[in-house]
């Protein structure tokens, strides 16, 4: 998109909010020197200085980490994530305007959030997989989104960019599926569905046989059974319901109403599941958890419901944000006033401990320099401007209703399935958190828009008849 003063004229209030979100990460970028910290972000950075499968978490932000490591700058890192955004928004409207009929004044406000959202704009300073997921999945739907036949080239391309996706976070497994079902809809030729399937494939099989190779076992992690028991951790009773012998070790401690939260339980240093830092998960504990969760979730089906309709529900489309998981897990996604501890001797999987392969990738300590004025600023600008979770709930709520009523195309459901999908996953499998909410907001707001910010088409006049002219006469009979 060009900036010339005509366009920016009539995109004047899109120039208004890219200027805003630019400096805002501008000032983000001065105010926090490097990066800001998550206790994931060391395993990221691991796998980045020598790259692996880890059984943990999905390797693929550590391998774009990998990428950039040549440059030895952490820095570097945040730039290409907030740039990546703002580029995401700009294309974004692009596409609103000009191949899904929005009007300008919808198409500014659709990516309003998702450039002026204090906690996003934050999310893009932490090391961590969720900008980069983002910018995956939103790609994919708005190329697939595209106006004319999906062609096996552009359903090659949209299932390239699901499947790196997926090597990055799992949560992109059901989009997938959208994505088929999506294509079906629109009736598309058989080719389409091949190039789809073997462009994903391809980044997932590889990922999936590099981890077998490593770990003795096809698949993403080994930890998928592990992180649905902290999800039934939640509720499980092993007083009301007796577990088989070989899983009772696994029973949660503590009354229900007093656990810690789902995701938590599986990190404490007594946890059932026998956790410690630099340790993997056994294939065996792993696959003893799921027993464990799916006993659990078939004896207490209701507990296991409200757990989710509550998670989902309440805390996603709540207005104040509570300190959940932990207060320490939410304290990391405000602008802090000092740098987080880092406790630079833990160990981290795969070998070293903190301080060690921060050094070995970044050349330097790492140590996040907080500078004034700008990142009081930033502070004092995310207490007041953020997008609280009934907010989104009424943007979803719109975009259902443009659907029901407005009769909205096929290309509205895509979004908004995929940004419900996206934010029902998480408490379905594992536990909430207020970073799996962020990636949902932008497919929220885009169906939103072409629900309801459609422009209507203009209709033609008719065309006067030439003057004189009358009507031809029936011939005589």
Same mark, same amino acid.
């Given at each position: 998109?060009?900036?010339?003063?005509?366009?920016?004229?009539?995109?004047?209030?899109?120039?208004?909010?890219?200027?805003?979100?630019?400096?805002?990460?501008?000032?983000?970028?001065?105010?926090?020197?490097?990066?800001?910290?998550?206790?994931?972000?060391?395993?990221?950075?691991?796998?980045?200085?020598?790259?692996?499968?880890?059984?943990?978490?999905?390797?693929?932000?550590?391998?774009?980490?990998?990428?950039?490591?040549?440059?030895?700058?952490?820095?570097?890192?945040?730039?290409?994530?907030?740039?990546?955004?703002?580029?995401?928004?700009?294309?974004?409207?692009?596409?609103?305007?000009?191949?899904?009929?929005?009007?300008?004044?919808?198409?500014?406000?659709?990516?309003?959030?998702?450039?002026?959202?204090?906690?996003?704009?934050?999310?893009?300073?932490?090391?961590?997989?969720?900008?980069?997921?983002?910018?995956?999945?939103?790609?994919?739907?708005?190329?697939?989104?595209?106006?004319?036949?999906?062609?096996? +080239?552009?359903?090659?391309?949209?299932?390239?960019?699901?499947?790196?996706?997926?090597?990055?976070?799992?949560?992109?497994?059901?989009?997938?599926?959208?994505?088929?079902?999506?294509?079906?809809?629109?009736?598309?030729?058989?080719?389409?569905?091949?190039?789809?399937?073997?462009?994903?494939?391809?980044?997932?099989?590889?990922?999936?046989?590099?981890?077998?190779?490593?770990?003795?076992?096809?698949?993403?992690?080994?930890?998928?059974?592990?992180?649905?028991?902290?999800?039934?951790?939640?509720?499980?009773?092993?007083?009301?319901?007796?577990?088989?012998?070989?899983?009772?070790?696994?029973?949660?401690?503590?009354?229900?109403?007093?656990?810690?939260?789902?995701?938590?339980?599986?990190?404490?240093?007594?946890?059932?599941?026998?956790?410690?830092?630099?340790?993997?998960?056994?294939?065996?504990?792993?696959?003893?958890?799921?027993?464990?969760?799916?006993?659990?979730?078939?004896?207490?089906?209701?507990?296991?419901?409200?757990?989710?309709?509550?998670?989902?529900?309440?805390?996603?489309?709540?207005?104040?944000?509570?300190?959940?998981?932990?207060?320490?897990?939410?304290?990391?996604?405000?602008?802090? =006033?000092?740098? =987080?501890?880092?406790?630079?001797?833990?160990?981290?999987?795969?070998?070293?401990?903190?301080?060690?392969?921060?050094?070995?990738?970044?050349?330097?300590?790492?140590?996040?320099?907080?500078?004034?004025?700008?990142?009081?600023?930033?502070?004092?600008?995310?207490?007041?401007?953020?997008?609280?979770?009934?907010?989104?709930?009424?943007?979803?709520?719109?975009?259902?209703?443009?659907?029901?009523?407005?009769?909205?195309?096929?290309?509205?459901?895509?979004?908004?399935?995929?940004?419900?999908?996206?934010?029902?996953?998480?408490?379905?499998?594992?536990?909430?958190?207020? +970073?799996?909410?962020?990636?949902?907001?932008?497919?929220?707001?885009?169906?939103?828009?072409?629900?309801?910010?459609?422009?209507?088409?203009?209709?033609?006049?008719?065309?006067?008849?030439?003057?004189?002219?009358?009507?031809?006469?029936?011939?005589?009979?």
């Amino acid at each position: 998109m060009s900036f010339s003063p005509s366009v920016v004229r009539r995109n004047w209030l899109l120039c208004v909010v890219l200027l805003a979100g630019a400096v805002l990460r501008a000032v983000t970028m001065l105010g926090f020197r490097g990066v800001l910290w998550f206790n994931d972000s060391y395993d990221f950075v691991r796998i980045a200085d020598d790259p692996f499968p880890h059984p943990l978490r999905q390797s693929g932000y550590g391998l774009f980490l990998w990428g950039l490591k040549p440059f030895h700058s952490l820095a570097l890192v945040t730039l290409l994530q907030h740039a990546a955004i703002v580029g995401l928004a700009i294309l974004g409207y692009r596409m609103l305007v000009r191949d899904f009929e929005v009007r300008r004044t919808w198409a500014a406000l659709a990516v309003t959030p998702i450039l002026l959202d204090s906690y996003q704009i934050e999310l893009e300073h932490l090391l961590l997989s969720d900008t980069l997921f983002t910018v995956l999945v939103f790609g994919a739907m708005l190329l697939l989104a595209k106006p004319g036949a999906a062609g096996w +080239r552009r359903a090659a391309a949209v299932g390239g960019l699901l499947g790196v996706a997926v090597v990055t976070r799992t949560v992109g497994v059901p989009l997938f599926l959208i994505v088929v079902l999506y294509l079906v809809v629109r009736r598309t030729r058989w080719p389409a569905y091949v190039a789809l399937a073997a462009t994903f494939v391809l980044p997932v099989g590889a990922y999936a046989t590099w981890f077998q190779q490593e770990h003795g076992r096809f698949g993403m992690t080994g930890v998928d059974g592990v992180f649905l028991w902290g999800r039934t951790a939640a509720f499980a009773d092993c007083d009301a319901h007796t577990p088989p012998p070989d899983l009772a070790s696994l029973c949660p401690y503590g009354d229900k109403g007093s656990r810690p939260a789902s995701s938590h339980q599986i990190w404490e240093a007594n946890s059932p599941t026998g956790w410690s830092n630099g340790k993997a998960f056994d294939e065996e504990t792993n696959a003893r958890a799921q027993r464990f969760a799916l006993w659990a979730i078939r004896n207490q089906p209701l507990d296991y419901l409200r757990v989710v309709s509550y998670d989902f529900f309440v805390r996603t489309f709540s207005w104040h944000r509570s300190q959940y998981p932990t207060v320490g897990t939410e304290a990391r996604y405000h602008f802090p =006033t000092k740098p =987080t501890a880092r406790k630079p001797n833990l160990p981290v999987l795969g070998g070293g401990n903190r301080r060690t392969v921060v050094y070995e990738y970044s050349h330097g300590t790492g140590r996040t320099h907080i500078v004034e004025p700008y990142a009081g600023f930033m502070r004092g600008y995310q207490e007041r401007v953020s997008v609280p979770g009934t907010v989104l709930g009424i943007v979803l709520l719109a975009g259902a209703a443009g659907i029901v009523w407005r009769r909205a195309r096929a290309r509205t459901a895509l979004f908004w399935t995929s940004g419900v999908t996206l934010l029902a996953i998480p408490p379905i499998t594992v536990d909430f958190d207020y +970073r799996y909410m962020l990636p949902a907001l932008p497919f929220a707001c885009f169906a939103a828009a072409m629900a309801w910010g459609r422009r209507v088409p203009a209709v033609a006049a008719p065309e006067p008849e030439p003057v004189g002219e009358t009507e031809p006469q029936p011939a005589d009979a």
